[in-house]
């Protein structure tokens, strides 16, 4: 019924800058908070940043400064831009969001992840 899809990933040299947008589309009454999260192997998913659905933001102390996430309530879309890349950045980015559907049903922020993109930052 909901579905995320992000895009925007790819290979890029440390100190550039990438992009990813997150797009939702289905049986969307309003979209709640939303999130994106990444992932390198061996390690856990972990936060990166985080939007409302009236603005407020939140980062990871490792990202402050560098990323900024954004949303575009009208088309459904949750953007992260990413500067100043490290090597340490490159991971497979997730975006979630809680969402409303038209017929009432409340799904969370752990109940709809998109499929990915990956991010490689290296010379």
């Known amino acids: 019924q909901v579905q995320l899809v992000e895009s925007g990933g790819g290979l890029v040299q440390p100190g550039g800058s990438l992009r990813l947008s997150c797009a939702a589309s289905?049986?969307?009454?309003?979209?709640?908070?939303m999130g994106w999260y990444r992932q390198a192997p061996g390690n856990q998913r972990e936060l990166v940043a985080s939007i409302t659905s009236g603005g407020n933001t939140n980062y990871a102390d490792s990202v402050k400064g560098r990323f900024t996430i954004s949303r575009d309530n009208a088309k459904n879309t949750v953007y992260l831009q990413m500067n100043s890349l490290k090597p340490e950045d490159t991971a497979v980015y997730y975006c979630n969001a809680g969402i409303t559907t038209e017929n009432g049903v409340l799904l969370t922020r752990n109940d709809c992840w998109g499929q990915g993109t990956e991010v490689t930052v290296s010379s």
């Open positions: 289905g049986s969307i009454f309003s979209i709640n908070g």
